[in-house]
């Protein structure tokens, strides 16, 4: 699994830390989205999925 988070599109709800904090962090000055792990272990890829379907601003994507 690659995880791709896009800051641009990011509204730093912060939903994705709470799914996935080993995963995703937020920047101290914004909270725009940051990807801790892009390549992440297999029994984190529930949450990631999940991080993903929550966020929205739909700026997560996993391939
Ligand atoms: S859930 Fe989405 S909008 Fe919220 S911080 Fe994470 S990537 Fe950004």
Redesign the pocket.
Known sequence: MRVH???E?????????L?APDV?D?REED???IVLDAQPPAELHEAVRE?AA???????SVS
């Open positions: 988070a896009d800051q599109k990011c509204c730093g709800a912060g939903s994705c830390v799914s995703f937020q909270g725009i989205v991080a929550i966020c929205p601003a739909a700026a997560i």
